[in-house]
């Protein structure tokens, strides 16, 4: 799966989730790309 597909694919759910915690859609989005951010620098990692 490329990184974009899955940017794509689960970005939304991830945002969802993200804003039912904060209550802020600015602060969830922020969050939301920081989290990606952080999973694609470790991706080489995952086994």
């Known amino acids: 799966m490329d ?3 899955l940017y794509r694919e689960y970005f ?9 915690l904060v ?4 602060m969830a ?12 620098k470790k991706i080489n990692d995952y086994r």
């Open 29 to 40: 989005e922020e969050i939301t790309q920081e989290t990606f951010f952080r999973a694609l």
């Open 23 to 26: 209550h802020d859609p600015d």
């Open 3 to 5: 990184i974009e597909k």
């Open 12 to 20: 939304t759910p991830v945002y969802r989730y993200t804003l039912s």
